[in-house]
């Protein structure tokens, strides 16, 4: 297993080429030493809900039929299925719920983040039915963070108020009709947990549906409430050039890397890196500053806000403490690898967490508080700074591979883009110059050439004059490639290609970390607006090509709830159940308007979605 069979980038592989000189061990050894993984656990047919367990299915049907409940194995794989939504979900909403706490504390406490973006705070406030006329900007912002602290508590059954205030009539009307209208963030997760444990909920269908319920919350509740209430503190993504990949640490300089997901914490230690004191003790001990980068999607969320650098995504984390030049990685939650504290031991390099949620064995522990964040973050960055002298200079290789991409296409940045109005976009759609637009989803998966499937699939869909938008790993991914250049263009069919030269943008638009792929929903649910359809009839699809996290399976459960067709690359721990199966692939068309497709040839998953999406604007007589 050569390093050029690991990933496609040139800058990860000479640091996977380093780790193996040097026997650090990295994921890709762990894997390895995985071999063989278990049969039971990859078709999702273990259960281990109760002690009298753990239980397994015979899938060749010569052994036990039954767990020793009587659970079968459609109800197991449904049961595991459910949970993993539960935890996704759970993941992105807590986030969430995290940042309207922030705000919170700003306008009760004086927690130190002030409202940045106030034309985006009423925008939200008008959305939610809230007055914005003549009201202090204070008073709207409690209204607003009032009708997201219901959206996690409430106890009635009506739909939650970010949902009921971002999705079109038709798409709720769907929801209702299924069931599957989320009442409230955390119920829909906590109910999960409730029907999953031994001896509830037995039937697939409406355990699916449960999950399905959650994921809608996710995506249309948590995760939609994370993407706004950051751009009302952190301000709202505007487009700019970026770079990408491991070429950003620099050896003269104090590197920290920022890596996790809630922007409360890394929007703070950008600030701390630019502080004077700082820097000037950063020169005494015989830096040339400090240099703060970011890593997986908070490292996104810097980057389309801010244009801070981003070091890479999941799989080069270990990769970045591989080049002997950090000083400091600072982690909060989310993708963070446990052994980066063993990689780190390899170096002088300081793995500092600071959730509380998130305590790493044998780290530095900062732990955050909103209301003291500066202090906090300064003192992160002193650490860092400090440990600049402990740097062992015959360690050090820093890859020259490096990137410059645009990004920061938030919905409001595409729209001004486009001149005020989604209509040059619906008219090249319409007209067939744009055939249609496909969402593309985070992740890298160790199971896949790292970034393989990210870059094919997104040029392969270009080629067919499909435009591509964004999120998360494969973001990261694109930006590393050089794919966010409106240069790249050149590589797309020939309406696509025209259409980016006439708007300078290219053919593959980065909107940000993984709670952003809501800002995907909010875009679709614009354009069914506009044409006076449900998001199910546009020319749309969705793929998470590298999928690996929970997470991924919530974000890809929204999608189809949201009436969209979303291909899995790699394989969720579900083929142990054909009645499960069916209800993915299947029967969810008729119930939500969307449905799974799985294929690990990003090739022929192109072929697939493009012919998807010509059915879509056959059907639509476009
Ligand atoms: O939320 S894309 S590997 S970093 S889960 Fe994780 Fe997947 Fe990357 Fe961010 Ni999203
Ligand atoms: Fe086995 Fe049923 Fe317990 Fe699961 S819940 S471990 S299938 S007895």
């Given at each position: 297993w050569k390093p050029e069979d690991k990933s496609i980038d040139q800058a990860t592989q000479e640091m996977i080429k380093k780790a193996e000189k040097e026997n650090i061990e990295t994921i890709w050894d762990r894997l390895e030493a995985q071999q063989p993984q278990c049969g039971y656990g990859q078709l999702g047919i273990?259960?281990?809900?109760?002690?009298?367990?753990p239980c397994r299915i015979d899938p060749f049907g010569d052994?036990?039929?039954?767990?020793?409940?009587?659970?079968t194995a459609d109800t197991i794989v449904a049961r595991n299925l459910a949970r993993m939504i539960a935890a996704g979900a759970a993941a992105h909403s807590d986030h969430g719920r995290h940042v309207v706490i922030a705000m919170y504390e700003a306008i009760?406490?004086?927690?130190?983040?002030?409202?940045?973006?106030e034309k985006k705070l009423k925008s939200v406030a008008k959305k939610l039915g809230i007055a914005v006329d003549n009201r202090e900007i204070k008073e709207i912002a409690k209204d607003v963070i009032k009708k997201a602290f219901e959206d996690f508590g409430?106890?009635?059954?009506?739909?939650i108020n970010f949902a009921d205030a971002y999705a079109n009539d038709k798409r709720k009307q769907t929801w209702k009709d299924a069931g599957?209208?989320?009442?409230n963030i955390d119920r829909e997760v906590v109910e999960i947990m409730h029907r999953t444990t031994m001896g509830v909920d037995h039937d697939t269908v409406s355990l699916i549906a449960q999950g399905i319920k959650a994921s809608l919350g996710d995506g249309w509740g948590g995760s939609l409430i994370a993407t706004e209430f950051q751009d009302i503190l952190f301000g709202t993504p505007q487009i700019g050039k970026r770079e990408a990949n491991l070429?950003?640490?620099?050896?003269?300089y104090v590197n920290i890397v920022v890596h996790g997901?809630?922007?409360?914490l890394s929007e703070k230690i950008i600030e701390a890196a630019q502080d004077p004191e700082l820097i000037e003790l950063a020169k005494k001990y015989g830096a040339k500053g400090i240099n703060a980068v970011g890593m997986c999607c908070t490292g996104l969320e810097l980057l389309v806000r801010h244009g801070t650098p981003i070091a890479g995504n999941y799989l080069q984390q270990e990769l970045a403490i591989v080049?002997?030049?950090?000083e400091a990685m600072v982690v909060d939650v989310?993708?963070?690898?446990?052994?980066l504290v063993d990689v780190a031991r390899c170096f002088h390099t300081k793995i500092i967490d600071t959730s509380s949620l998130a305590t790493f064995p044998g780290a530095t522990h900062i732990k955050f508080d909103e209301r003291k964040a500066d202090e906090i973050a300064k003192e992160i960055v002193r650490t860092a700074v400090e440990n600049f002298?402990?740097?062992?200079k015959n360690k050090v290789q820093i890859p020259k591979g490096k990137s410059e991409a645009i990004g920061g296409f938030s919905v409001e940045a595409t729209l001004e883009a486009l001149g005020g109005s989604l209509q040059p976009l619906e008219d090249a759609i319409k007209s067939g110059t744009i055939r249609g637009i496909v969402g593309i989803v985070g992740c890298n998966n160790v199971?896949?050439?790292?970034n393989y499937n990210h870059i094919t699939l997104t040029n392969e869909l270009i080629k067919n004059d499909i435009l591509i938008i964004g999120t998360g790993c494969w973001a990261t991914a694109c930006a590393e490639y050089g794919?966010?250049?409106?240069?790249?263009?050149?590589?797309?069919g020939d309406g696509l290609r025209t259409i980016c030269e006439s708007l300078g943008i290219p053919p593959a638009l980065n909107m940000g970390?993984?709670?952003?792929c809501s800002r995907m929903l909010v875009l679709a649910d614009l354009m069914a607006r506009d044409l006076g359809?449900?998001?199910?009839?546009?020319p749309l699809a969705g793929s998470a090509t590298e999928a690996m996290t929970e997470k991924a399976v919530s974000i890809g459960t929204y999608f189809v709830a949201s009436g969209i067709f979303t291909h899995l690359g790699t394989t969720p721990?579900?083929?142990?159940s054909q009645e499960v199966v069916k209800v993915l692939t299947e029967n969810a068309f008729d119930i939500v308007g969307g449905a799974f497709y799985v294929e690990p040839d990003p090739v022929k998953a192109a072929k697939t979605l493009t012919e998807y999406i010509e059915k879509k604007r056959k059907a639509l007589g476009i």
């Open positions: 273990c259960c281990k809900n109760c002690f009298q367990g052994g036990p039929k039954k767990g020793v409940c009587g659970a009760e406490h004086g927690a130190p983040y002030p409202i940045k973006d409430k106890q009635d059954d009506s739909i599957v209208a989320p009442r070429g950003v640490l620099k050896e003269d997901h809630e922007p409360v080049t002997g030049a950090v989310q993708c963070i690898m446990p052994s002298s402990n740097r062992e199971k896949v050439k790292h794919i966010f250049l409106p240069e790249y263009a050149k590589n797309a970390s993984c709670v952003d359809v449900d998001i199910s009839d546009l721990p579900v083929l142990g």
